[in-house]
């Protein structure tokens, strides 16, 4: 679904490791160096899917988060630094992934996605992670998504639980199938701690990865749901929802 660009020897060499997955190999890399994710939000979880996407050779990364690192961000938001405190987050995040991989383009947006921004941040990329933790944003995401057919992996988390599923538009459920409406409790701030988001992170990173260079068998149609606090696993498979607002028949 990505261009193909091919690699220098440079990237040959820093790649070798992945490439050496019998199922990916050098096209699936080409395929990751064509491709572009917007990361919604670079906290806990969009820090790490940022990070590895940056690690495996992604292309281009558009960052979309808004406000300045606080001291309550430092426990999982890896991408943020100390001595960034006080200073764009999207800045702290641009920098250290250019320390990981000074081969990637980067497009740091300091706003969060909203109705308003989320046609043209969609728009520039292949697919997309959602990353954040309101629900305006995700719908405002996963509407922007759909209408473009843009794949979107779907993450969410809360104390030692998450979840998480892929979602390819006109084929498998959309977040709306699942959630038509935002949980009434639902708040921005809740427990958690850098290890879970983490997890998540790297799961939808290699979400990513399988979608963008077409290997393996992504989350599609299929929710993951876990507990870390009893170590318990589960995939259940999920239909779409004829009557969704977002992607139904209507
Ligand atoms: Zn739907």
Known sequence: ??????????????????????????AG??????????VS???????????????AGVGKL?????????PSDL??????????????????????????NPRLAIVAVGENVSEANADRLVAQVDLVVDCAP???????????????????????????????????????????????E???AWKREFPVFGAVSGTVGCLAAMEAIKLLAGFGEPLTGKLLTFDLRT???ATRRIRRNRQCAVCGDG
């Open 134 to 180: 309101l629900f305006e944003e995700r719908f405002a995401m996963n509407r922007a998504a759909v209408a473009q057919g843009k794949p979107i992996i779907e993450c969410a988390m809360y104390d030692l639980e998450a979840n998480i599923m892929s979602v390819i538009p006109g084929e498998t459920p959309c977040l709306a199938c699942l959630t038509p």
């Open 62 to 70: 558009v960052l979309a988060h808004a406000g300045n690192v606080k």
């Open 1 to 26: 679904m990505t261009q193909r660009i091919p690699l220098t020897d440079e990237e040959r060499a820093v790649y070798e490791w992945q490439i050496w997955v019998d199922d990916f190999r050098e």
């Open 41 to 55: 939000r670079v906290g806990g979880l969009g820090s790490v899917v940022a990070y590895e996407l940056a690690a």
């Open 231 to 233: 170590m318990r696993f």
């Open 75 to 100: 426990n999982r938001q890896l991408l943020m630094t100390h001595d960034w405190l006080g200073k764009p987050r999207v800045e702290s995040a641009e920098r250290r992934l250019r320390d990981l």
């Open 182 to 184: 935002q949980p009434p």
């Open 29 to 38: 890399q080409e395929s990751l160096k064509g491709a572009s994710v917007l």
